[in-house]
């Protein structure tokens, strides 16, 4: 997987007024069969349209995003829900699909959702299974008006499944053009290596990338409520650098951790809670000293040890106003060193 400077195929060129004069987006190359998709790195969430945020605001923020040289809008079949779990009541992908109708971008943007998500008020009980992930995403294609999505990640493993039945399922929508790239969200290396030596193994199409929590913050054993979140750790970073597969990765910047504390700002309790410690303590100073470097604030520092990794990495960003987008944004070519880097690991 490569690093790209701007993206092909009619999307936008990178180039972008977000701040800084000349600033260019870096981009990276997701390889499904039978295409490649010029991913920018840095990604736009979907996560609370509908809810906390309205969809006029929605609209600005992804109309924003475009202009800043962005071109990946991440949405999910459970996204934008303001009631118990209910898909047809779940506001995110109809928000982002009226979005694309309405703008006629559609060529512009490269469009990720995600399904199979196990049932929200019982995590146990799990949904990664061929009916589960065909009704889902005709509802997905349904709610955000389109024939196709770019990628389709599986929003969690049920690691009692062979991969051979959740592969073959993937596949079949692959080739019925309903998806072009298959992703693992919430998945271990492990798994997903074994899934794609199957698919290598019986002519299927194999993950082209996943997407875990992952930020320069060490993350606490359990530190999130829900336990089937998969975070960037040894293990699975050596999966990484093992594989190539590129990741995208939630949560970037720590919940605000380095921010806030190097500006001296309360950050919420969960937060401290979840990442506080003596290891993160260290790579504190080491953020500080980047920013003093570089001249940069923390969570342009943060976004960017994504983006300079050695795991390719797409770092999304779940800003709620223009004003914190076009801060997050405004330093996306950015790039650290190996070295800077490897001290945040």
């Not at 196709?148 to 493993?157: A, K, N, S, T």
């Not at 040890?305 to 106003?321: D, K, L």
Request: with cysteine; net charge negative.
């Amino acid at each position: 997987m490569t690093d790209t400077a701007a993206p092909a195929g009619g999307l936008s060129a990178g180039r972008a007024e977000n701040g800084k004069e000349g600033c260019i987006m870096k981009f990276m190359d997701v390889k499904s069969t039978g295409c490649t998709l010029k991913l920018s790195k840095i990604a736009k969430g979907a996560d609370h349209f509908g809810v906390t945020i309205p969809k006029e605001r929605a609209f600005a923020l992804m109309d924003r995003y475009l202009e800043l040289g962005g071109n990946v809008i991440d949405t999910a079949r459970l996204y934008g829900r303001a009631r118990p779990f209910d898909a047809e009541f779940a506001h995110s992908e109809p928000i982002v699909g009226e979005w694309l109708r309405t703008r006629r971008n559609r060529d512009q943007v490269i469009l990720v959702t995600k399904g199979a998500h196990p049932v929200i008020e019982d995590i146990s009980k799990r949904r990664v299974n061929p009916e589960c992930i065909a009704d889902d995403l005709e509802m997905s294609l349904k709610a955000l008006g389109v024939d196709y999505v770019d990628i389709y990640f599986l929003h969690r493993d049920d690691p009692e499944k062979p991969v051979s039945e959740i592969m073959d399922a993937l596949d079949e929508h692959v080739k019925a053009g309903k998806i072009r790239a298959i992703g693992a969200s919430n998945w271990t290396c492990a798994r997903i290596d074994e899934a794609n030596a199957y698919a290598r193994a019986h002519g299927k199409t194999p993950f082209a990338i996943s997407q875990i929590q992952w930020c320069a913050a060490y993350v606490k054993p359990n530190a999130w409520p829900d336990p089937t979140i998969v975070s960037m750790n040894e293990t699975e970073y050596a999966g990484y650098i093992k594989n190539g597969l590129p990741v995208m990765a939630f949560s970037p910047q720590a919940n605000g951790y380095f921010s806030k504390l190097i500006a001296g700002e309360p950050l919420k309790q969960k937060y401290m809670e979840r990442y506080d410690c003596p290891e993160n303590r260290r790579r504190l100073e080491h953020i500080r000293a980047l920013c003093e470097k570089t001249g940069k604030s923390p969570a342009a520092v943060s976004l960017a040890y994504i983006t300079s990794n050695r795991v390719p990495g797409c770092a999304i960003i779940g800003c709620s106003t223009v004003e914190q987008l076009e801060d997050s944004m405004s330093d996306s070519d950015l790039t650290l060193t190996e070295a800077d880097c490897a001290a945040l690991v």
